[in-house]
């Protein structure tokens, strides 16, 4: 019998406003909109997730800083700070001032300016070997990824620059965040703890001689740019299973799971057809600072990124037990974070919108569109009781393999059956017919049943129950029955 097609699950998403998996179909990936956001209660019950946007400082205009000595004799006091405004230094032969400038959600430049305050030149004012030691605050673990030197005569970038110096890299005449020529390099690739930081404290004026080394004379600029830039950590605080399907702690392969933290994206995006490769979905989006997520050491396949919030599909071939989890964006990796793997991990499709006083109904479809409810129990949405003798259908992840099989990853093309045996009851009597259990066509990762109602006792709060390989489900579902 061919399985009963739910083509208008995105319809109920709209109408009953339902955060779910977004079921994605082959012929227009995505069918809809993506479908998980940030529950409240979900979001009350995670570590905090710190700020969204890069504005409240990495590390903060005026922070404390720490500053080493120089070979000159008029070095200034150890006790300054750098603020958003020139502030004058040296006994008054230098002004210095902090400039930020976000990169995204999750990002920024923090530039670092010195420049004398009679427009003579650095080395003559400052005996040509400034050395500055900065033990800097990072607000929260972050990656320092980029840095920027710059002289300026009167503003404008000294150039052409060489790159005969030693071990200072690239001298270019363009660089990402100050126009003109400068070195620029990539700075570290390790992640860097919240805190104080000592990683990086030299900054010369004239860095190893660079006179004698053929890069900039001094005597030339008035002016010095020593600019860091830093991306945020991503920060996993917790993974749970599709929160309309049970929302576990645990999940299996095939599952679709969300991923709860900070700093998790730069951009909001949901996938588009342009993302797949043929029946094959993305394992990352949002294109060269793009989120990819890898669980077991395998790559997941991603449906949606946030900077709060990612959802994946559980690639198959994740071995069973304790995993790692790894979220990397803009090629920035997360700490593991541990999950735990399930060879099933079944939930049938139960939102918490469909939760009505304190009855939990399973999302069911008659097969002309009505949700199985009693009537009116959702306002805007369709329903009616289901009758006995009535094929509806129930859907679900996480139920494990079918034949023939289908992988994690990929649009299902043709009809299949779960490997393990189900069976579902309404009241405690069993269904005695499933015209199909298995894969939905044209999905991904989403179980359909098709399931004849057995003759049983009319009720609005009938329990429905189900077993997988004789394991019954956990969830404590309801729906309704008339006669």
């Known amino acids: 019998m061919k399985p009963l097609f739910?083509?208008?699950?995105?319809?109920?998403?709209?109408?009953?406003?339902?955060?779910?998996?977004?079921?994605?179909?082959?012929?227009?990936?995505?069918?809809?909109?993506?479908?998980?956001?940030?529950?409240?209660?979900?979001?009350?019950?995670?570590?905090?997730?710190?700020?969204t946007t890069a504005a409240a400082g990495i590390i903060a205009i005026g922070s404390p800083l720490t500053y080493g000595g120089t070979n000159a004799p008029d070095t200034y006091s150890a006790t300054t700070t750098f603020s958003s405004t020139p502030v004058t230094v040296d006994n008054g032969a230098v002004k210095i001032w902090q400039v930020q400038t976000p990169t995204g959600s999750n990002g920024e430049w923090d530039v670092f300016y010195m420049q004398t305050t009679d427009g003579g030149p650095l080395a003559g004012n400052i005996n040509a070997l400034w050395n500055i030691v900065?033990?800097?605050?990072?607000?929260?673990?972050?990656?320092?990824?980029?840095?920027?030197?710059?002289?300026?005569?009167?503003?404008?970038?000294?150039?052409?620059?060489?790159?005969?110096?030693g071990s200072i890299c690239c001298a270019a005449s363009s660089n990402p965040i100050l126009p003109g020529w400068s070195y620029y390099a990539s700075g570290f690739s390790d992640p860097l703890p919240a805190g104080t930081q000592t990683n990086w404290q030299d900054i010369y004026v004239t860095p190893y001689t660079l006179v004698e080394s053929g890069g900039v004379d001094p005597s030339t600029a008035n002016e010095f740019a020593f600019a860091m830039h830093f991306t945020l950590q991503p920060t996993i605080a917790a993974v749970v299973s599709a929160s309309a399907f049970g929302e576990f702690p645990t999940f299996a392969p095939g599952s679709w799971i969300e991923i709860y933290g900070s700093n998790l994206a730069g951009s909001t995006l949901t996938w588009t057809s342009g993302d797949f490769s043929g029946v094959i979905g993305p394992t990352e989006i949002g294109g060269a600072s793009g989120t990819s997520v890898a669980i077991g050491g395998l790559s997941a396949f991603v449906d949606y990124i946030s900077p709060l919030q990612v959802n994946v599909q559980v690639p198959g071939g994740v071995g069973t037990g304790s995993q790692s989890l790894i979220l990397t964006t803009g090629g920035n990796a997360s700490q593991p974070f541990p999950v735990a793997v399930n060879a099933t991990q079944p939930g049938l499709l139960a939102p918490a919108n469909f939760k009505v006083g304190d009855t939990q109904y399973v999302v069911a479809q008659e097969s002309n569109g009505n949700y199985v409810l009693p009537p009116g129990a959702i306002p805007g949405l369709p329903s009616q009781r289901a009758q006995p003798g009535d094929t509806i259908v129930i859907y679900g992840i996480g139920f494990g393999s079918v034949t023939p099989d289908i992988p994690p990853g990929q649009l299902v093309e043709q009809l299949n059956t779960l490997t393990d045996t189900f069976t579902i009851s309404f009241g405690g009597t069993q269904a005695i017919t499933i015209p199909y259990d298995g894969l939905a066509p044209n999905y991904m990762g989403l179980y359909q049943f098709d399931v004849v109602v057995p003759n049983v006792t009319a009720s609005d709060t009938l329990p429905l129950t189900f077993t997988l390989g004789g394991a019954s489900g956990t969830q404590t579902l309801a729906i309704a029955v008339g006669n």
């Open 134 to 165: 900065i033990d800097y605050t990072l607000s929260a673990p972050a990656y320092f990824d980029g840095i920027v030197q710059q002289w300026l005569m009167n503003g404008t970038a000294v150039g052409p620059l060489t790159n005969g110096i």
């Open 6 to 51: 739910c083509w208008i699950l995105a319809a109920f998403i709209a109408l009953a406003g339902a955060q779910t998996i977004s079921a994605q179909t082959a012929g227009s990936q995505p069918a809809g909109a993506h479908s998980i956001t940030i529950r409240p209660d979900v979001q009350r019950n995670l570590a905090p997730v710190g700020r």
